[in-house]
């Protein structure tokens, strides 16, 4: 009986110190990375491969890549091929049966979100187009990130029913959080609904409809182009002819075409930041991306 008793405070010991143990998360992106914090909360410890900094289309892998992939419970990407210069190889080589493609610890966040810019066409990468199944800077928008916030939960809780409730009351505080700063912030941009800008690369299509913002142009001739002195000359006749007066550009291009269109038009250069991290202040987290970007805007159009 005594056995059978200590045998049993054995396995409730082992339980919990399981359900103690935090839930390794890897993101793709840093944003992911902030999205599952909201919701994990202490429960999981997240963290993203590319740092905001980087283009997420573009990341160098680091053997320390290879170790977080290595020990992860949940892997979340962005999909839409946003990854595929970098992230296969590195999934292959981290062993790691967990997250596999297909698997539990498996999540592609794009399957549950809007998506713009859906190819009608045939789906090609050709002509550097790394855009090529919709675009995959959707996380920009805040109704997106509620969208990705409940997926997450879903798969925390699949992963980790014993903190299901747990979660599901992190998601609830998060999805409240959120509704209260999208209000702040579209209120902020109401008076700028319209408005005409033309951005570097095509990462802000969910942001400039969530905010009623016109996208005239880009300084790319297609998404991972770089410019060119004949799609150049085009942009500048139509900021010029449709008077746009701010360009968008991510912090991690070169700012001499941006600069030089603008000498030319008369706009702005103003850096928005696509991801969390992308500065070294004030994107810490997804609220602060949206403060700050918002901020940056702002001034550029008033
Ligand atoms: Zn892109």
């Known amino acids: 009986m005594r056995r059978i008793?200590?045998?049993?405070?054995?396995?409730?010991?082992?339980?919990?110190?399981?359900?103690?143990d935090k839930?390794?998360?890897?993101?793709?992106?840093?944003?992911?990375?902030?999205?599952?914090?909201?919701?994990?909360g202490d429960r999981v410890d997240?963290?993203?491969?590319?740092?905001?900094?980087?283009?997420?289309?573009?990341?160098?892998?680091?053997?320390?890549?290879?170790?977080?992939?290595?020990?992860?419970?949940?892997?979340?990407?962005?999909?839409?091929?946003?990854?595929?210069?970098?992230?296969?190889?590195?999934?292959e080589q981290s062993r790691n049966d967990k997250i596999r493609q297909g698997a539990r610890g498996y999540h592609d966040v794009s399957q549950g979100v809007e998506i713009l810019d859906r190819p009608t066409g045939a789906v090609t990468r050709a002509m550097g187009d790394v855009h090529p199944l919709g675009n995959p800077h959707y996380w920009l928008d805040p109704a997106n990130a509620v969208r990705i916030a409940i997926q997450i939960e879903n798969r925390l809780a699949e992963l980790r029913p014993a903190d299901s409730k747990y979660f599901e009351q992190r998601l609830n505080a998060f999805k409240i959080k959120i509704n209260d700063a999208n209000k702040r912030w579209v209120a902020e941009m109401a008076p700028y609904r319209g408005a005409k800008i033309v951005t570097y690369?095509?990462?802000?299509?969910?942001?400039?409809?969530?905010?009623?913002?016109?996208v005239a142009g880009y300084v790319e001739p297609k998404p991972g182009v770089?410019?060119?002195?004949?799609?150049?000359?085009?942009?500048?006749?139509?900021?010029?002819?449709?008077?746009?007066?701010?360009?968008?550009?991510?912090?991690?291009?070169?700012?001499?075409?941006?600069?030089?269109?603008?000498?030319?038009?008369?706009?702005?250069?103003?850096?928005?930041?696509?991801?969390?991290?992308?500065?070294?202040?004030?994107?810490?987290?997804?609220?602060?991306?949206?403060?700050?970007?918002?901020?940056?805007?702002?001034?550029?159009?008033?």
């Open 5 to 20: 008793v200590l045998m049993l405070l054995l396995i409730a010991g082992a339980t919990n110190a399981f359900a103690a």
């Open 23 to 40: 839930l390794k998360v890897v993101t793709t992106i840093a944003d992911l990375a902030s999205l599952a914090n909201e919701v994990g």
């Open 46 to 91: 997240a963290i993203s491969i590319a740092k905001g900094y980087q283009d997420p289309h573009f990341v160098e892998p680091k053997p320390s890549f290879l170790l977080q992939l290595r020990s992860a419970d949940l892997l979340i990407v962005v999909g839409l091929e946003l990854e595929i210069g970098w992230l296969p190889p590195l999934l």
């Open 201 to 214: 690369h095509n990462s802000w299509p969910n942001f400039a409809k969530h905010f009623g913002l016109d």
């Open 226 to 302: 770089p410019p060119s002195p004949s799609h150049t000359f085009e942009l500048i006749n139509l900021m010029k002819a449709q008077h746009v007066k701010v360009i968008c550009m991510e912090p991690y291009f070169d700012l001499k075409t941006p600069q030089s269109v603008a000498a030319q038009t008369g706009a702005k250069v103003v850096v928005l930041y696509p991801s969390v991290g992308g500065a070294k202040t004030g994107t810490n987290d997804y609220f602060q991306l949206f403060d700050t970007n918002i901020a940056n805007l702002m001034k550029a159009l008033k």
